[in-house]
């Protein structure tokens, strides 16, 4: 069964950049036609898709947050990562990782990690 992990700091000040990692049990990231995304929820925006990174290492990101992100992975150690640059308080969420296919966007919920919490605040 593929796990996934989150890790990273909870606390991050306005206009650093939010660095976050997912670590991958129980399955290669390089596996055909799997991807893997970052998502996360707030109460004043609800869900929000962030971007994705699939098994062949393309990248694709949301319209609104394309230019401050930025996903990579490391498949010697079967994690991929995220960044997100010039934070604000509005960033605040629970970011969540999460498997899915080349052919759908956003996965169910079963498939994702169980989140991290971030803060943005000085």
């Known amino acids: 069964q593929v796990q996934l992990q989150e890790s990273g700091p909870g606390l991050v000040k306005p206009s650093q950049t939010l660095s976050l990692t997912c670590t991958v049990s129980?399955?290669?990231?390089?596996?055909?036609?799997?991807?893997w995304s970052w998502i996360r929820q707030s109460p004043g925006k609800g869900l929000e898709w962030m971007g994705v990174?699939?098994?062949?290492?393309?990248?694709y990101y949301s319209p609104s947050l394309k230019s401050r992100t930025s996903i990579s992975r490391d498949t010697s150690k079967n994690q991929f990562s995220l960044q997100l640059s010039s934070v604000t308080p509005e960033d605040t969420a629970v970011y969540h990782c999460?498997?899915?296919?080349?052919?759908?966007?956003?996965?169910?919920?079963?498939?994702w990690g169980q989140g991290t919490q971030v803060t943005v605040s000085s």
């Open positions: 990174i699939h098994y062949d290492g393309s990248t």
């Open positions: 999460a498997r899915g296919s080349v052919l759908s966007l956003v996965p169910p919920s079963a498939y």
């Open positions: 129980g399955g290669s990231i390089t596996t055909n036609y799997l991807a």
